[in-house]
Nanobody
């Protein structure tokens, strides 16, 4: 059974930090590029960052220099360290494999950046 379980979200003030985790089970993990996505209220889900099997990373421009994606193949988990958070980062964050290799989505973890 495919399971993606995101955690670590919460309410944080602008400039603060959060560390997101995604534990996976039931999926083939190691050979795939993994990604974090987010969906803000009223907007479409967007790709935020991805990490390849050899640990190459890529980010959307708005989070470059602030977010860091990492993976642990032994734990079949992927992480997102978010620093210098801005109100525009407010969204539900999800992990998954990179499209077109998506699996069933998890519940996501809510991040709210507000003073």
């Amino acid at each position: 059974q495919v399971r993606l379980v995101e955690s670590g979200g919460g309410l944080v003030q602008p400039g603060g930090s959060l560390s997101l985790s995604c534990a996976t089970s039931g999926i083939i993990f190691r050979p795939y590029t993994l990604a974090w996505y987010r969906q803000a209220p009223g907007k479409q889900r967007e790709l935020v960052a991805h990490i390849t099997p050899d640990d190459s990373t890529s980010y959307i421009d708005s989070v470059k220099g602030r977010f860091t994606i990492s993976r642990d193949n032994a734990k079949t988990s992927v992480y997102l360290q978010m620093n210098s958070l801005k109100p525009g980062d407010t969204a539900v964050y999800y992990c998954n494999r990179i499209s077109p290799y998506l699996v069933s989505w998890g519940q996501g973890t809510q991040v709210i950046v507000s003073s």
